[in-house]
């Protein structure tokens, strides 16, 4: 129940700091741009890398606005001497966010990619990728105290997301880097508009589960401890 | 209801320690006072109680178990607030209410009321961003008792509020207390602490240097003398006596007989006197 009532509370923080009108706007503009490319190959990619960019990613940057509002307004300090364990605080969170990744990336393709596309591999790939970044941007947030201290920080942990998936382009037979959750996130979601044996699919799904599962105890054990 | 036994806390990478070995007993029904300057370790001392800092040492019990082994249901228990407005700004006064209340399972049913005791009734659809300092402090307060704890925590609970509003927040601490609730307060306002706890603890550099109820200490530490305040031959004058055999003081019973009297207090000490003369420190 307790889980219930922090959902409802962070989709009303989030709607009413405007969280979701950004978005909204946002997507249209993707939807509006890659609506312009004709079809293709090269619109496959693009669709493939803005979703993996941005509404996948989501999470990393909004978790961040998010948790420094909650703090700025002295809400994280309260909501440690209530009830709400910190499991239900990240839990929440998690969800609320991956709500907004997989409805965004959902549309996105629907607007602009309406064939060929497994909308249930879809739906848990962007789920899976989402529960991660938010978890990694969260992790980024503890300790910081202002908006720009978050940004500042963020630098080298957006190079550390990016720079590994070069390496799939690059070095298209290096295996071992599919082991990173970014890297195998990129892969499935190439393959989402661009198609992938099932089998793989599966493979990155579980590398990014797996990864999932280690963050969430990870952002807890920093959590507690902070 | 909440007993600590030589309570030590250090922060992460402090030499030395912020609490050092600190005892007190807080009995059911009683308001008890925290008091001291900043830095002297109030906060902590509410922090490592309501478990926002872990890691000390010794004990603390409450509710007949130590501390460190309550779950969450701890806070099913206690109300906090702190000394500044902790609120979701974009939220409305009642939405504030509700939305922290879902956490409890002992919610508040009637939010109106609950408003309406701190007269925030007419603004409950406000956002809370277009309060004042006072308004939020209210709004923090009423919702630190929305699910009836037993053991409450207030840190300045008067901090920001106009006298109006001040005495209407000391008026439901008291009906609190009468209701059988036990509050451990946290100020530096000696004026709030005389009027409010039974018995009081001075802290100083995380120690207790003191701790009675404010009327032993006044009468152990006040001066016992009578200053008169009249008028002889209609120049203002001013005579202070002893309280001792006052009924046979000669000079007193001339002045009362035959002189204008303006004023007679009892040179009372104040809780502030107090403080400084146990302490050697200002409150600030």
Known sequence: MRLIAALKSDLKFQFKHGFYTVYTLIAVLYIIILQKIPGGLFKDYTLALIVFSDPAMLGFFFIGGIVMLEKQQG???????????????????????ALLSVSASVVIAL???????????????????????????????????????????????????????????????????????????????????????????????????????????????????? | MLSVKNLEYKYRGAKVNTLKGIDFRIHPGEIFGFLGPSGSGKTTIQRVLIGLLKGYNGSITAFDKERRDFGRDFYEKIGVAFDFP??????????????????????????????????????????????????????????????????????EPTSGLDPVNAKLIKDMILTMKGEGKTVFLTTHNMTIAEQLCDRVAFLVDGQ????????????????????????????????????????????????ISYSEIKSIHSQDASLEDIFIKVTGRELI
Not at chain 1, 170 to 195: C, D, E, Q, R
Not at chain 2, 222 to 246: A, H, I, M, N, Y
């Open chain 2, 208 to 255: 207790i240097s003191l701790c009675d109820t404010p009327y032993a200490l006044k009468l152990k530490y006040g001066r016992k003398t009578v200053k008169v305040d009249f008028l002889s031959c209609g120049t203002p004058d001013t005579s202070e006596f002893e309280l001792d055999q006052l009924s046979g003081n000669q000079q007193f019973l001339d002045i």
């Open chain 1, 111 to 226: 607007m602009t990619h309406l064939s060929g596309v497994n909308w249930l591999l879809l739906t848990i790939s962007i789920l899976a990728l989402s529960v991660f970044f938010t978890l990694y941007g969260f992790m980024v947030t503890l300790g910081c105290r202002t908006i720009n201290q978050y940004f500042f920080k963020t630098v080298p942990f957006l190079l550390l997301t990016t720079m590994p998936c070069f390496a799939i382009f690059i070095f298209p037979h290096l295996w071992i880097v599919s082991l990173l959750p970014n890297v195998a996130g990129l892969k499935l979601t190439l393959g989402l508009f661009l198609g992938l044996p099932w089998q793989e699919s599966l493979l990155y799904l579980l590398i990014l589960g797996l990864w999932d599962i280690v963050i969430y105890k990870l952002s807890l054990k920093v959590h507690s401890s902070s």
């Open chain 2, 86 to 155: 902790n609120l979701y700004l974009k939220l409305t006064a009642k939405e504030n209410l509700q939305l922290i209340a879902e956490y409890y399972q002992n919610p508040p049913k009637d939010f109106d009321a609950l408003l309406d005791q701190v007269g925030l009734l007419p603004d409950k659809d406000k956002k809370v961003e277009g309060f004042s300092k006072g308004m939020k402090m209210r709004l923090n307060f009423i919702r630190s008792i929305m699910h009836n704890p037993a053991l409450m925590f207030f840190d």
């Open chain 1, 75 to 97: 809400i994280l300090d309260y909501l440690a001497v209530t009830p709400l364990s910190p499991q239900e605080y990240i839990t929440s969170k998690v969800v609320t966010l």
